[in-house]
């Protein structure tokens, strides 16, 4: 289309430029609307894709921890039910186990009751008091070996210093060391504690050698060959102690339990044992069985049910996606057509609403006849 031409048209050329921008007017509108539309229509499909995969995976999830728990509970029980047989077992094997320490010991302990009674009626026969049948009596007033030599000398000490300064300490906290605001106050009652402990040192020594002196003069020199008799008693009696103690703790570390007839608690172990490994065993077939079968089962299922209303919506976005290309290209459309038809020719500046308005009043109104007048008479009223 020539320009001259273009000026000398009537006014249905401006109606259809006015025509061609509202209608590029209506498709942005419509595109911008659809634009929207298909982005809340994304949101929402991948909000439903997603809705999808977390019910895949909660419901594996669970359906697995379910099975797992129904084993897990009987694997439980079993564990339990071992704790208590082997609770037992070890009970009864201890009732058997003294039972039977106490028989092989019993004629040793005979030995040893009966050496004690022969020892107190000797002891009794010379009319010496009970004490002497005592070992402590043998560590003090007949000692023979560096152990019983040291045992001597420590009780000694013990009664002579330690119960003294024991009994000045316990005089001593009658004394309010507070209220003693000089030195010398302070050190006349240490002194004065000193005298106490040296006092009760001297007693307690003089009557500790008193009593010691009389022991040893009237009951050990004059039984002397009685007492070396009940010493050598208590030898035989501490030998049969080490040998009832070696006994028990022969006893004690024997690894064989077969004597204590514990089979019927072995059997019972051994069949739970076994049941535990059939339990173990089952619970891996039925997580091996859901991992190759049940799950695709559920994932079929979940996906036969939701996947429908999934693909309806794919497909309403791409009918929408294609929708949208359509608007492009139209609106390419009549943008060039706008641009090549009308534009070229008028100018931007009359290729508006308003402007195409005004001017197609003008030439409704007959102050012009063609395009080119009534775009001077706009120029002129302006």
Not at 135 to 144: D, H, I, R
Request: hydrophobic share 40%; aromatic share 10%.
């Amino acid at each position: 289309m020539a320009a001259e031409n273009v000026f000398q048209e009537n006014v249905d050329y401006l109606i259809e430029a006015r025509k061609t921008l509202i209608l590029v007017d209506k498709i942005k509108e419509e595109l911008e609307t659809q634009r929207v539309a298909a982005k809340r229509l994304k949101k929402t499909v991948e909000a439903e894709h997603k809705a999808i995969e977390d019910e895949v995976s909660s419901t594996l999830k669970r359906r697995k921890e379910e099975i797992a728990a129904t084993y897990d509970k009987e694997i439980e029980v079993n564990r339990a039910k071992i704790k208590q047989i082997r609770a037992k077992r070890d009970k009864k094997k201890n009732q058997r186990m003294n039972q039977r320490m106490q028989e092989e010991t019993y004629e040793v302990k005979e030995k040893n009751r009966q050496l004690m009674t022969e020892m107190r009626t000797k002891f009794k026969q010379a009319h010496l008091p009970g004490f002497c049948c005592h070992k402590w009596f043998y560590n003090v007033f007949l000692s023979e070996t560096v152990l019983e030599y040291i045992l001597f000398f420590v009780v000694s000490i013990l009664f002579v210093l330690g119960v003294p300064v024991l009994l000045a300490l316990l005089i001593g906290n009658n004394v309010d060391y507070s209220q003693m605001l000089s030195g010398k106050d302070f050190q006349d009652a240490v002194s004065h504690s000193i005298v106490i402990a040296a006092f009760f040192a001297s007693l307690f020594g003089v009557i500790y050698f008193f009593v010691y002196t009389l022991i040893s003069k009237w009951i050990v020199m004059k039984h002397k060959d009685i007492l070396d008799e009940g010493k050598v008693i208590l030898q035989r009696i501490k030998a049969n102690q080490k040998s009832i103690k070696a006994i028990e703790n022969f006893i004690h570390k024997e690894k064989d339990d077969s004597v204590y007839n514990l089979q019927h608690y072995d059997e019972k172990l051994s069949e739970l044992e076994k049941e535990a490994v059939k339990i173990v065993e089952e619970k891996q077939n039925a997580l091996n069985v859901f991992e190759n079968d049940t799950k695709n089962l559920i994932t079929e299922e979940i996906n036969k049910r939701r996947m429908p209303k999934y693909n309806q919506m794919k497909e309403e976005e791409r009918e929408l996606e294609d929708y949208l290309n359509r608007l492009e290209e139209e609106l390419q459309v009549n943008i060039l057509t706008l641009s090549n038809q009308y534009e070229a020719y008028l100018g931007k500046k009359y290729v508006n609403r308003e402007t195409l308005e005004s001017l197609i009043k003008i030439m409704k109104s007959g102050e012009a006849d063609t395009v080119s007048e009534a775009i001077n008479y706009f120029k002129e009223t302006e």
